[in-house]
């Protein structure tokens, strides 16, 4: 029998690269950051792929790259199965619904004047020629799945805390029916017992939608709790990569044992307590 999981791969890159030009000036020359140096993987369908590192090593570059925000400067993506051509104009609609991504800060990609209906319906009355009334119901119904509901509808962003403004984030990107949400520091924002709410809304919304998620963050504890596979990048470079047990239970990076190191010790040591006793009822 064949061992080929092609089919279920849901993402793959094959050595992403993306340069930035700073600008020189007078008397300086231009400047080439390399913010990703080169990152390969593969993601099945279904799986939460969680990727830390410090700050500027990258994460955002690449989330934009598997969005189609920023053109790779090289290397290959692919959706699905099918090679995305990622040069500006080239995507197709079909690509571009499959995608979608939830930011830290909403607020900040939310119109104030427009209502949250209105936020809804709207990728749908750009890229589909649902009727008003069907789009309405999809916010609707979308409002329900993330733990809001229609009375949310005709309500301004400035009406909903933080934590209901990231359900809303996230409705918005169920409205297209995607297949891969990237989540770029979804909860970072928020207060600890509303991380975990919306930790456990992404968690059945991944069950019930059947959604692969590449999850970037900076907290391990996070990471514990929604990875399946984590990984670790440092200076654009993916420098370990492996399940959230091989890589909790026995990092093989000195850049990942000094970000284990720098988290609390209490939580490395649940992180590790839960890795084991995992491991233990797998073997029982
Ligand atoms: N548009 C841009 N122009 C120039 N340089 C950029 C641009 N975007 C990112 N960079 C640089 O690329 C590198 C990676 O940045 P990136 O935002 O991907 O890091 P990050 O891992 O998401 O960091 P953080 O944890 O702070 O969000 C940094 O050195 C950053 O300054
Ligand atoms: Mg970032």
């Known amino acids: 029998m064949s061992n080929d999981t092609s089919g279920n791969i849901m993402l793959e890159l094959r050595d992403i690269k993306r340069d930035y030009e700073l600008p020189g000036g007078l008397f300086k020359p231009k400047k080439t950051v390399q913010a990703v140096k080169g990152v390969s993987f593969k993601l099945e369908r279904g799986k939460t792929l969680a990727i830390v590192g410090e700050s500027g090593c990258g994460k955002s ?64 009355a750009i890229n589909t ?18 733990g809001l509901g229609p009375e949310h509808y005709n309500r301004y962003p ?14 918005r990107a ?3 029916n995607p297949k891969l949400l990237v989540l770029d520091e979804p909860v970072s924002a928020l207060d600890l017992s509303v991380q975990a709410q919306v930790l ?3 968690a059945d919304l991944q069950d019930e939608f059947g959604l692969t998620y590449v999850f970037i963050s900076h907290d391990l504890s996070v990471v514990r709790y929604i ?58």
């Open 174 to 176: 169920l409205m297209m």
């Open 61 to 124: 570059t690449l989330a934009r790259m598997i969005t189609f925000i920023d053109e790779p400067t090289a290397g290959e993506l692919l959706i699905d199965g099918n090679k995305v051509d990622t040069r500006p104009g080239h995507l197709t609609a079909d690509m571009r619904q499959k995608v979608q991504i939830v930011f830290q800060n909403p607020y900040g990609s939310l119109n104030p004047r427009q209502k949250i209906g209105d936020v809804l319906g709207e990728p749908l």
């Open 129 to 146: 020629d649902m009727p008003a009334s069907e789009r309405r119901d999809r916010a609707n119904l979308m409002l329900t799945k993330v």
């Open 227 to 284: 990875a399946d596979e984590v990984m670790v990048m440092y200076f654009g470079e993916a420098v370990e990569h492996g399940t959230r047990e091989e890589v909790f239970s026995d990092p093989k990076h000195e850049y990942t044992r000094t970000l284990f190191k720098a988290t609390p010790k209490a939580d490395v040591d649940s992180i590790r307590a839960r890795v084991a006793a995992k491991k233990a009822g797998k073997a029982a």
């Open 158 to 171: 400035h009406m909903f805390s933080g934590g209901q403004r990231q359900r809303i984030a996230i409705a």
């Open 200 to 202: 456990n809304l992404l």
